[in-house]
């Protein structure tokens, strides 16, 4: 499988899309930046569209490219904290009632609603 990097740039009609080597084309939201690039680096190649993967790199400037990043990587950092924390909360929530105490309790606890711990419990 072929794995392409793509630069995609903001334009006034979309996003200009970079395949080093091969080309330029455009999409016009960055949503469909992915499919239209794979489209186009399979028609300059003699290779099958499920063959290829792309990363799509956008880019808006410099500051605003690096606070983006920088969101990203937060978000994925909380996801993962968040994670964890269900992970946490929920053996916790199994472990305090399984030692005999009440929802009500267990909730109060951990700072849970009882609309939360029942969905600890149920997932």
């Not at 899309?17 to 190649?45: F, H, K, N």
């Not at 500051?63 to 990203?72: G, Q």
């Not at 994925?76 to 929920?90: F, I, M, N, P």
């Not at 053996?91 to 700072?111: C, E, F, I, K, P």
Request: with cysteine; aromatic share 6%.
């Amino acid at each position: 499988m072929a794995r392409y990097e793509v630069r995609a740039r903001k334009w006034a009609n979309g996003w200009e899309l970079s395949v080093g080597g091969i080309g330029v084309t455009w999409s016009p939201t960055l949503g469909d930046a992915a499919a239209r690039a794979r489209e186009y680096i399979c028609g300059q190649l003699p290779a099958e569209e499920a063959g290829v993967e792309v990363d799509v790199v956008p880019s808006v400037g410099d500051d605003l490219d690096r606070v983006a990043l920088e969101a990203k990587a937060a978000l994925g950092d909380a996801d993962e904290a968040l994670r964890v924390a269900t992970a946490k909360t929920r053996q916790a929530v199994y472990g305090l009632t399984n030692a005999g105490l009440s929802s009500d309790d267990v909730a109060h606890w951990l700072g849970l609603s009882q609309q939360r711990m029942s969905k600890l419990v149920t997932d």
